[in-house]
Nanobody, 127 residues
């Protein structure tokens, strides 16, 4: 599975961005998907995740109520809608795919659980 993120950029505080992650292959629906971010000098952290069916989602407390993860299995794409952006949201954002067996509706928050990663897209929020 190859993952390609897009949609990053520079935005003022309070603004919005929508990230997309396009996946190759025909088994996209076999994967739970996650968004992570990494700011300079900090460890990669979980942002949001969505189960293979889209029926379950999970968010980090820092983005709950502001970010929304969704997926379109017909388009092999996962999205991250980011609203009310803050300067502390500035980071490189990565999408990741976690192969889920037996169609379990689970979302992993540990990056070590994910099997494939995109190259990342920069999000910069100015104050």
């Amino acid at each position: 599975v190859q993952l390609v993120e897009s949609g990053g950029g520079l935005v003022q505080a309070g603004g919005s961005l929508r990230l997309s992650c396009a996946a190759s292959g025909r088994t996209f629906s076999s994967y739970a998907m996650g968004w992570f971010r990494q700011a300079p000098g900090r460890e990669r952290e979980f942002v949001a995740g969505i189960a293979w069916s889209g029926g379950s989602t999970y968010y980090a407390d820092s983005v709950k109520g502001r970010f929304t993860i969704s997926r379109d299995n017909a388009k092999n794409t996962v999205y991250l809608q980011m609203n009310s952006l803050k300067p502390e949201d500035t980071a490189v954002y990565y999408c990741a795919a976690d192969l889920v067996l037996l169609k379990q509706a689970i979302v992993a928050v540990n990056p070590d659980e994910y099997d494939y990663w995109g190259q990342g897209t920069q999000v910069t929020v100015s104050s």
